[in-house]
């Protein structure tokens, strides 16, 4: 089972910007998409962002568009996302994960699809 491990998140006033990282511990990470959610308390985990396993191919939910970039770097096995324009709203953990199928985007907006978590990272935007 691969493990992932998060790292980049802290407290940003509105405005700010972040950058989060996703490091993958399995040789076969650039075989995998791969995604970003998140989860606020009280609120159900929403996917933010995926990438495909050669990064050529992105999605990101609405609200984000505009504001955040994903990107992959396979040689380092690592994810990482780019959040400019933070908002309040923004808060949440954020959780990179791997899909569940090699060379697959399949309803890859879609949790259920992520087979591998990390322990997630704490995002906080003060207002």
């Known amino acids: 089972q691969v493990q992932l491990v998060e790292s980049g998140g802290g407290l940003v006033q509105a405005g700010g910007s972040l950058r989060l990282s996703c490091a993958a511990s399995d040789r076969a990470f650039s075989n995998y998409a791969m995604g970003w959610f998140r989860q606020a308390p009280g609120k159900e985990r929403e996917v933010v962002a995926a990438?495909?396993?050669?990064?050529?191919?992105?999605y990101y939910v609405d609200s984000v568009k505009g504001r955040f970039a994903i990107s992959r770097d396979n040689a380092k096995n690592t994810v990482y996302l780019q959040m400019n324009s933070l908002k309040p709203e923004d808060t949440a953990v954020y959780y990179c994960a791997r899909h569940e199928s090699a060379y697959s985007e399949y309803r890859w907006d879609r949790h259920y699809q992520y087979y591998d978590w990390g322990q997630g990272t704490q995002v906080t935007v003060s207002s």
């Open positions: 990438i495909s396993w050669g990064g050529g191919n992105t």
